[in-house]
């Protein structure tokens, strides 16, 4: 008999992003600063990375902090308050306490309490982990607006005397709000990930081998980790900076994340020139041209660049550059445009979207 019994009504709806939101550090760091770090140049840095400036937040603003700002900035922009709010997804890598989430205190500072509220560790491709977490949601009835936001303050986490990483690294926050709406506005997610590849972007130290060498416990099992530990990193600091094999991820992005997009597009039966913009992850210039070339799209799409004066903010990327783009009046509101995030894992997601 209980074959028979059903379990709720499931509503089917259909999502869309309601607002938008955005948080930039003030503080503005050239690369002639960054050449007082490590040796390089301003001519180097614009060639390879497309990246004239980059912003910093201050030492005592947290990526909570900054999440906050632009998630009120977003239900501002949808005419939502806090209390509207029924998750909050917040994506980063970058908060510094293993627990609790931070999407947890940021749902109590917005008033959205009891939302649901979770982190995703997704690296730069974060955020549009967010957008398909929170499009489900809403589209299978579960919540009824979902705040997302991507945040990060790398600046933490990067060692400014590392030639490889210091110049591309930075801090901001963006945000938006998904809500039901009748006709879709945020299309299939194509996603997925490599562990193989665990290694090409990765936090040098973890958490146990910063305590071994803090304060080394007895035992093979302890020692073994802080071997590892000084093996990571022999001449650092012990500190979880940030690292990465700048080639291998400049080729896996080039070669393998434009097929990924033509997917997303494919999945949403949008056309290349049926675009209005498209908000790749801001990791490297070169490779935002790269995908551009491959996926064939027209003068007429716009491309967001917002890495030329925010550098590369991780999770917080293609929220702040999708908030830029439409601020600037570059692209219309209700226009459509192809997101798409890959990062640490390696991990990526991508997907058509509505603007707001
Ligand atoms: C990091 C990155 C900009 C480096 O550019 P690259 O062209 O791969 O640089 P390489 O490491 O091959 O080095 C090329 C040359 O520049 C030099 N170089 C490296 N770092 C330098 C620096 N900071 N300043 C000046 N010169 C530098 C190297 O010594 C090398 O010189 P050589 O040709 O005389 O040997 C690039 O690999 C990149 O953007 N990768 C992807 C990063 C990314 O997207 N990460 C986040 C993903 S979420």
Redesign the pocket.
């Known amino acids: 008999m209980s074959g028979a019994v059903r379990i709720g009504t499931t509503p089917s709806r259909q999502a869309r992003i309601l607002g938008v939101g955005a948080h930039r550090p003030p503080r503005v760091i050239d690369n002639a600063e960054v050449c007082t770090w ?4 301003d001519e ?2 614009r060639q ?2 497309g990246i004239v400036t980059r912003r910093w937040a201050a030492p005592e603003v947290g990526v909570v902090d900054m999440a906050e700002d632009a998630a009120a900035k977003a239900l501002a922009a949808a005419g939502l308050a806090g209390e509207d709010v029924d998750a909050v997804v917040l994506a980063t890598v970058s908060h510094p306490y293993q627990t609790p989430a931070a999407a947890a205190i940021v749902a109590d500072r917005l008033g959205a309490t009891p939302a649901a509220a979770f982190d995703v560790s997704a ?2 491709a974060g955020f549009c982990h967010g957008v398909a977490l929170g499009a489900d949601l809403v589209r299978g009835g579960t919540a009824g607006h979902v705040l997302v936001v991507g945040v990060d303050k790398l600046s933490d986490f990067t060692d400014v005397h590392d ?2 990483t210091a ?2 690294f930075a801090d901001g926050a963006g945000a938006v709000v998904i809500g039901p709406s009748e006709e879709a506005g945020i299309g299939p997610t194509v996603w997925g990930s490599d562990g193989g590849q665990a290694d090409a ?1 990765r936090s040098k130290v973890s958490w146990l081998q910063l305590r071994e060498r803090e304060a080394p416990a007895a035992g093979a099992a302890a020692e073994q980790v802080a071997v590892e530990a000084a093996a990571a990193a022999p001449e650092q600091a012990p500190w979880p900076y940030l690292e ?1 094999a ?2 291998t ?2 080729r896996w ?1 080039v070669w393998q994340m434009a097929p990924v997009a033509q997917r997303a597009l494919d999945a949403a039966g949008v056309r290349a020139e049926d675009l209005d913009a498209f908000v790749p ?1 801001q ?2 210039a070169r ?1 935002i041209d790269a995908m551009v070339k491959q996926l064939k799209l027209p003068e007429s799409v716009r491309i967001a660049r917002d890495i030329v004066d925010m550098g ?1 903010t ?1 999770a917080a990327s293609v929220p702040l550059a999708m908030e830029r783009l439409l601020a600037d009046g570059e692209v219309p509101s209700g226009g459509l445009a192809l997101l798409i995030g ?3 894992g390696l991990s990526y997601a991508a997907q058509v979207v509505r603007l707001p």
């Open positions: 490590i040796d390089s140049s180097w840095i390879r990375t690296g730069c030639r490889s110049f591309l972007i990465q700048g080639q991820v400049f992005a992850h990791a490297n490779i590369n991780s890959y990062g640490a």
